[in-house]
């Protein structure tokens, strides 16, 4: 008897709870029926003056339009997103252009490209680095201007062995001709291998590597 009282006192009480949690939200509604009830009960003698009536019925009107903006612009969310999913799939198999500096080659020895661009006229460096982070290619791209520069790399190291298939990493180095280091800017270039969903959010699988739509710089081909 006792553990039947206990349960249906906690279920009272969680319903309780939970009423009281869905009421802490005013709705539309909810501001009409306080407003109406404020004229049922107001003073004869002391009648809501026309100036208070009008300021809440602006507020109530002011509820009313942040509803309505609310819905619309869920309703936006939900198109734009719906957007972003079909263009995605437009662009498997297509080679797209993407803020980030990495590479990679594929088990069929199919090496992903990159590109850069210099602040200023100077001598670019290409460093080629593995997974580890260890340096195992330096390129001496010559002297560049600010156009942008496509990195092209053959997959093999130093001492010209081909390297095994993997992800791997680039940066670029350069200096002006008073040997000060020159800024330079990266991108990676890959082939669209398909689509993932995370969150909602639809995400360009470029090999083993992973961007969203909004690291997309250009469309290739």
């Known amino acids: 008897m006792n553990t039947v009282s206990g349960?249906?006192?906690?279920?009272?009480q969680n319903s309780q709870s939970t009423s009281v949690q869905r009421k802490t939200i005013l709705t539309q509604e909810d501001f009409l029926k306080l407003f109406?009830?404020?004229?049922?009960?107001q003073d004869p003698l002391a009648p809501m003056d026309n100036y208070q009536m009008a300021s809440q019925m602006a507020q109530l009107t002011t509820v009313q339009a942040l509803g309505d903006m609310t819905k619309s612009m869920q309703?936006?969310?939900?198109?734009?997103?719906?957007?972003?999913?079909m263009q995605a799939v437009g662009l498997i198999g297509k080679k797209v252009e993407a803020t980030g500096n990495t590479l990679s080659i594929a088990q069929d020895n199919t090496i992903s490209g990159g590109a850069y661009q210099l602040a200023k006229t100077g001598h670019a460096y290409i460093q080629i680095l593995?997974?580890?982070?260890?340096?195992v290619r330096v390129i001496d791209d010559g002297v560049k201007g600010t156009s942008k520069q496509k990195i092209t790399w053959?997959?093999?190291?130093?001492q010209g062995a081909a390297l095994p298939a993997g992800n791997y990493t680039f940066k670029v180095s350069a200096v002006d001709e008073r040997n000060q280091p020159i800024q330079a800017t990266t991108s990676k270039i890959a082939t669209v291998t398909?689509?993932?969903?995370?969150n909602g959010?639809?995400?360009?699988?470029?090999?083993?590597?992973?961007?969203?739509?909004s690291d997309l710089i250009a469309i290739l081909a």
Do not use: C, P, R, W
Not at 36 to 41: D, M, N, P, R, S
Not at 203 to 211: K, P
């Open 7 to 12: 349960t249906s006192a906690a279920t009272a």
């Open 36 to 41: 109406t009830k404020q004229l049922q009960y």
């Open 75 to 85: 309703n936006l969310e939900a198109y734009q997103a719906s957007t972003s999913s």
């Open 130 to 135: 593995d997974a580890n982070g260890n340096i």
């Open 154 to 158: 053959d997959g093999k190291n130093q």
């Open 194 to 198: 398909g689509i993932s969903f995370e």
């Open 201 to 213: 959010v639809a995400h360009l699988n470029l090999g083993s590597d992973q961007i969203t739509m």
